[in-house]
């Protein structure tokens, strides 16, 4: 018998979720003991993080040869254009301007995450990817909505401040929805997606050094 890919999406991120307290920034904000230019640093390394990502959807799109998943790519590049136009108003916030975000130097810990994007753009299965994508982007919407109400209460950031951690908290059941189409489809045609659990294992450990690379600058 088939294997639901619901079932699939739930085994995978059981078994690779972080331990609590494995990332080290989030409870540092939660609790406002980050100081500010931490959450500036955190910006700026997005800015690089979203551009890469966008371009990474687009070219897994173009890979794809399933409608669903190119259709599935395509949503997520579109939304990275609208992160990427939220996070201007975080770093007026953090008292950057945004025009020079495309200046600062990325730090090699915060950008492994979008660097091994790019791999999978290039070389991964894209049911496969689209799976790992799903596993992944449960932790990094819990961590936004953590960080949106925390930037609220402790450095007193308004919602258009938040707008990018928003966007990200907001949950999407109809994206999750689409992923699970793509993934059960391929299940149902018979294809391996072993591959997924890996990439989505990358991904998550590569998230976890962004986060923890910018706690270590917190001092």
Partial sequence: MTRSARDLLATIRRELTHEEGANRLVPLVATGRAPLSVVAALAAEQHHVI????????????????PRAREYFTGLAQGEGVALARLADLAVACGLVPATLSEHEPTPGCQGYPSYLAWLALNGEPHAVVL??????????????????????????????????????????????????????????????????????MLQDYELMFWNTLADQAG
């Fill in 51 to 66: 551009s890469s990502d966008w371009s990474s959807f687009l070219a897994l799109a173009a890979r794809a040869t399933d």
């Fill in 132 to 201: 790992a994508l799903a596993v992944n982007f449960a932790a990094w919407g819990a961590y936004c909505a953590t960080l949106g109400k925390a930037l609220r209460e402790h450095y007193g950031f308004d919602d258009r401040a938040c707008g990018f951690f928003d966007f990200f908290a907001t949950p999407a059941p109809e994206m999750e929805d689409q992923a699970l189409a793509v993934v059960q489809s391929a299940l149902d045609a018979g294809q391996d997606l072993t591959l997924a659990r890996r990439y989505a294992r």
